[in-house]
């Protein structure tokens, strides 16, 4: 079974940009994997803010984007809002579903 | 509005079953890909198990294989999740969620396995 890694915590400034990366210990990430993000914040369900690498959904805000990048999928997040604060998970599809370990994202 | 909602979750002894179900409104239910994930406390996000659009389609994190069973019910617009021989380490919050432009998730519901 695959594993999918993630960057366990990162830090961003106000205002700033990051970007969380997923990767697949059986090779490089592609659109064929479907990666999807998710958002968590402590006490509260997920929730979905890309699917397909790069398709935000209808509540996703525009600063949230998707994308490959050197055989991981990559969210990059441009200009970091305080609420932006929450555990990032990824998930690759291999026919079932894998997620990673989650990105602690810290806003400060 | 989108809605999942969960239920059936609760107390079991190891060994025992429970079925969880999550009726969704607000998307075209038989049009997606759904799936069960979980979330042990404290812990990151498993998946469970999916399920296509017609119920052809089953597939099943090694863990669960042969005690759990994903279904859907098109008609009802609700999908289900039958889990027998339940142990200990099944101890987490169950979230139904959906696939693509249809990825809204549940508020989950708490199984717990303990004697």
């Known amino acids: 079974q695959a594993v999918v890694t993630q960057e366990p915590s990162l830090t961003v400034s106000p205002g700033g940009t990051v970007t969380l990366t997923c990767g697949s210990s059986?090779?490089?990430?592609?659109?064929?994997?479907?990666p999807y993000w998710y958002q968590q914040t402590p006490g509260q369900a997920p929730r979905t803010l890309i699917y397909?690498?790069?398709n935000r959904l209808s509540w996703t805000p525009a600063r949230f984007s998707g994308f490959l990048l050197g055989g991981k999928a990559a969210l990059t997040l441009s200009g970091a809002q305080p609420e932006d604060e929450a555990e990032y998970y990824c998930?690759?599809?291999?026919?079932?579903?894998?997620f990673g370990g989650g990105t602690k994202l810290t806003v400060l | 509005e989108v809605r999942l909602v969960e239920s059936g979750g609760g107390l079991v002894q190891p060994g025992g079953s429970l079925r969880l179900s999550c009726a969704v409104s607000?998307?075209?239910?038989?049009?997606?890909?759904m799936m069960w994930v979980r979330q042990a406390p404290g812990k990151g996000l498993e998946w469970v198990a999916n399920?296509?659009?017609?119920?052809?389609?089953?597939y099943y994190v090694d863990p669960v294989k042969g005690r759990f069973t994903i279904s859907r019910d098109n008609a009802k617009s609700s999908l289900y999740l039958q889990m027998d021989s339940l142990r200990a380490e099944d101890t987490a919050v169950y979230y139904c969620?959906?696939?693509?432009?249809?990825?809204?998730w549940g508020q989950g519901t708490l199984v717990t396995v303990s004697s």
């Open positions: 397909d690498t790069n």
């Open positions: 607000g998307f075209t239910f038989s049009a997606y890909w």
């Open positions: 059986i090779g490089a990430v592609t659109s064929g994997h479907w």
């Open positions: 399920i296509n659009q017609d119920g052809s389609e089953k």
């Open positions: 969620a959906g696939s693509g432009a249809a990825a809204s």
């Open positions: 998930s690759l599809s291999y026919g079932g579903v894998v």
